[in-house]
T-cell receptor
Framework: RKEVEQDPGPFNVPEGATVAFNCTYS??????FFWYRQDCRKEPKLLMSVYSSGNEDGRFTAQLNRASQYISLLIRDSKLSDSATYLCVVKGNTGKLIFGQGTTLQVKP | GAGVSQSPSNKVTEKGKDVELRCDPI?????LYWYRQRLGQGLEFLIY????????KSGLPSDRFSAERTGESVSTLTIQRTQQEDSAVYLCASSLVPHEQYFGPGTRLTVT
């Protein structure tokens, strides 16, 4: 079983739609979680951290469910520029980051 | 300020040859990471440096792969006797805090 699992998609949604991505992780002792974004043929960039109480950054909301070992990212009012691959990331025991395979989002006009 | 830089940006090599990939992290970043990303795949962790030491090299796929870091700055990833399955984009990242990694543009390696 992979340490971090995501549905690769692609998710094809119209502009203005709300879309949610999920991610599960295998190590129940994991403490820190993040979402990164990777545009096509570009390097990944930190999108946001995920806090236990849930957190919002503009149109983006991240949530953590420790009991189910599940992380989610919700994007409201999708823009064309949101088209990218979203990487779920868990911090491992040695401090390294463990990246999921990514979920691809295509926002259509 | 300057971001993470990597060189070369593209490298085509023949099977069996050795290659050396370079990463220049953001100045002052103590941690440096190497990842591999095959086409259409996720990031595969290779090795992590804290200063010049490598506390975690568990991701290096075989003894053909090695990496070093000097002066708490530049790092080189060396692949000996390259194989076709080594073809991928090799990404370097640096950070001050572990979760906020800044990635370089990557080196696209093609082994023919």
């Amino acid at each position: 079983r992979k340490e971090v699992e995501q549905d690769p998609g692609p998710f094809n949604v119209p502009e203005g739609a709300t879309v949610a991505f999920n991610c599960t992780y295998s190590n129940s002792a994991s403490q820190s979680f993040f979402w990164y974004r990777q545009d096509c043929r570009k390097e990944p960039k930190l999108l946001m951290s995920v806090y236990s109480s849930g957190n919002e950054d503009g149109r983006f909301t991240a949530q953590l469910n420790r009991a189910s070992q599940y992380i989610s990212l919700l994007i409201r009012d999708s823009k064309l520029s949101d088209s990218a691959t979203y990487l779920c990331v868990v911090k491992g025991n040695t401090g390294k980051l463990i990246f999921g395979q990514g979920t691809t989002l295509q926002v259509k006009p | 300020g300057a971001g993470v830089s990597q060189s070369p940006s593209n490298k085509v090599t023949e099977k069996g040859k050795d290659v050396e990939l370079r990463c220049d992290p953001i100045s002052g970043h103590t941690a440096l990471y190497w990842y591999r990303q095959r086409l259409g795949q996720g990031l595969e962790f290779l090795i992590y440096f804290q200063g010049n030491s490598a506390p975690d090299k568990s991701g290096l796929p075989s003894d053909r792969f090695s990496a070093e870091r000097t002066g708490e700055s530049v790092s080189t990833l060396t692949i000996q006797r390259t194989q076709q399955e080594d073809s991928a984009v090799y990404l370097c990242a640096s950070s001050l805090v572990p979760h906020e990694q800044y990635f370089g543009p990557g080196t696209r390696l093609t082994v023919t």
